[in-house]
């Protein structure tokens, strides 16, 4: 599967993957989904007919989605449920017949940048994001393209309009409408029969910044953020209406002008942990794809990126503090944005952010918990009680040059010294979204094994290494150990490393000098 999967995104195609004839319904199937993965195993999920579908296309309520957990004949959400545990209960693959999978039909985009978004799949029809926040409706039984969608992007109007155009995570799709975040700051409505636009709203200043994140919903609302922490952007989750688009509450994850009064009191609390007195100019702490919607606290739980003055561009600007609420993850109420709680996964000045937020019961210590999931850029994987924000434990997900430890009462890693590390801390899990069964209890996270050399050599010259290592762990969040691990490429991981070419080298040749490798997975 993720050899087609690659195919599949070279090409610029999606595609449905047809089952053999004969296969037979089985029984333990656990269905894992990994963004670029997720469109030709969701397609499956619509195997029905689109004549079959309600007269009401994009027909999606809470109500539905409850009712439809159980089933697995949709893919209604980003992350399927409103707990985002991205598990389907169907049984028809597995592993022996896996290899029996092949192309039903693909449809062209056309595009020259890859897709990377997730589908949502509704009554038989595939609604997914392309490159320029473009919007296709697909029938998922025939490949047939009922509608595209363009809000035709105002590039000259982006600071960063080229990233933020050629990436697009994904569409929400409520009640009737489809919904897209656009590279130029806009949440747009579109009518989920026709593909016309119903109504858009600016949730970001487009000479900024863009989106590049997928719209989620909860209780009537479009929640929607933005890219931008490496920009200077100040971060912020905003609310919109479903049908009317109006902004319904606006959450700021960092303080705003010092001079002017503060928007909550909660973001009052935070200015306390910031210095320097020009900090709160690019204060980031952006919220770009990291949004869950909790039903259970009727909570919005959701990711920050790191301070604006913990990257590259700004690190002349000096300040200290734990400058929140930049690398947290942060509960509001989901009718108002209020604060309820945070909890800050990275420590001041690393450069990282978080990933996807995963809802879950567990029996911890003996006690059934409902509790919060994520493993951070920073390579732990946290459990927070979902209802007060409490850690309730935090490990290492893979090996880790810059820490080796948490402090469950500080709250924070126990770091090594720069000079066992370079002081760098480095992505282990990205944008690629975790499964969790609670038939096996396991939960499923891609990542890779970067080796990074860390030497200084005068003579110049190259010590070669192996490669990146694509891997999926199969993690017990209960236990917080890895039960399995499988790599993208075993071989490669047994390959000797390949020597440098005459053209490659740089000096004399000369023994190799001790280097320090990093382990961590990237993009």
Same mark, same amino acid.
């Given at each position: ?9 070279? &090409?610029?195609?999606?595609? &449905?993957?047809? @089952? ?27 195997? #029905? +007919? ?23 004949? !949709? ?36 595009? %020259? ?10 009554? %038989? ?22 509608? *595209? ?26 009640? =009737? ?8 700051? #806009? ?32 209780? =009537? ?5 933005? !890219?931008?922490?490496?920009?200077g952007v100040r971060g912020a989750l905003a609310a919109y209406d479903a049908d009317t688009g109006k902004e319904v509450w606006r959450f700021w994850t960092v303080p705003g002008d010092p001079a002017k009064p503060f928007e909550t009191k909660a973001l009052e609390m935070a200015a306390k942990t910031w210095s320097g007195k020009d900090s709160w100019k690019i204060g980031g702490g952006d919220v770009w794809t990291a949004i869950t919607y909790d039903p259970v606290t009727d909570q ?5 990126? %790191? ?8 690190? !002349?600007?000096?300040?200290? =503090? ?50 919060? *999931? ?59 979204? *975790? ?30 290494? &192996? =490669?990146?290592?694509?891997? @999926? ?11 399995? +691990?499988?790599? #993208? ?35």
């Amino acid at each position: 599967m993720p050899a087609v999967t690659h195919s599949l995104r070279r &090409k610029l195609h999606f595609a &449905k993957i047809q @089952l053999p004839h004969g296969c037979r319904i089985m029984k333990n199937w656990q269905f894992m989904c990994v963004t670029t993965i997720c469109l030709p195993i969701a397609a499956i999920l619509a195997l #029905r +007919s689109s004549a079959d579908s309600p007269t009401k296309a994009g027909d999606v309520t809470e109500s539905r989605v409850a009712s439809d957990a159980t089933e697995g004949n !949709n893919w209604l959400l980003n992350g399927r449920t409103f707990d985002a545990q991205h598990f389907s209960p169907l049984k028809q693959i597995t592993a022996k017949n896996v290899s029996g999978l092949g192309l039903a039909w693909s449809l062209d985009i056309d595009s %020259g940048m890859g897709i990377v978004s997730e589908p949502i799949i509704v009554d %038989g029809i595939a609604y997914v994001s392309a490159p320029l926040s473009k919007v296709y409706a697909v029938d998922a039984a025939s490949g047939k393209q009922l509608w *595209m969608f363009d809000p035709k992007i105002r590039l000259d109007q982006a600071i960063n309009g080229s990233y933020s155009a050629r990436t697009n995570a994904g569409v929400a799709v409520w009640n =009737g409408k489809v919904y897209i975040g656009t590279g130029d700051c #806009r949440l747009i409505a579109i009518d989920a029969t026709s593909g016309k636009q119903v109504w858009q709203a600016t949730v970001c200043q487009p000479n900024q910044t863009g989106i590049t994140g997928a719209p989620h919903v909860a209780k =009537g609302k479009i929640l929607m953020g933005y !890219n931008g922490s490496d920009d200077g952007v100040r971060g912020a989750l905003a609310a919109y209406d479903a049908d009317t688009g109006k902004e319904v509450w606006r959450f700021w994850t960092v303080p705003g002008d010092p001079a002017k009064p503060f928007e909550t009191k909660a973001l009052e609390m935070a200015a306390k942990t910031w210095s320097g007195k020009d900090s709160w100019k690019i204060g980031g702490g952006d919220v770009w794809t990291a949004i869950t919607y909790d039903p259970v606290t009727d909570q919005v739980i959701f990711g920050t990126a %790191g301070a604006g003055v913990d990257y590259g561009e700004f690190e !002349n600007i000096k300040t200290s =503090g734990d400058r929140l609420f930049a690398g947290c993850i942060i509960a509001v109420n989901a009718d108002t944005g209020e604060y309820a709680w945070h909890f800050q996964t990275s420590s001041p000045g690393q450069q990282t952010e978080n990933n996807h937020i995963v809802m879950a019961d567990l029996v911890i210590d003996g006690e059934k918990r409902h509790v919060a *999931m994520t493993v951070p850029k920073n390579g732990f994987f946290y459990i927070l009680d979902a209802k007060t924000g409490k850690l309730l434990s935090a490990n290492p997900l893979v090996k880790l040059s810059w820490a080796n430890s948490y402090d469950l009462h500080l709250g924070r890693a126990i770091e090594v010294p720069a000079s066992a590390g370079g002081g760098k801390q480095w992505t282990v899990h990205n944008w690629w979204p *975790m499964s969790y069964s609670s038939l096996s209890g396991l939960i499923y996270i891609p990542a890779t094994d970067r080796q990074s050399p860390m030497q200084a050599d005068p003579d110049g010259g190259n010590e070669w290494m &192996k =490669g990146s290592q694509g891997r @999926l762990i199969a993690w017990d969040p209960v236990s917080q150990s890895t039960r399995w +691990s499988v790599s #993208r490429d075993r071989a490669a991981e047994n390959s000797p490393p390949t020597p440098p070419t005459p053209e490659q080298k740089s000096g004399p040749s000369k023994p190799a000098l001790p280097s320090t490798p990093f382990l961590s997975p990237t993009l």
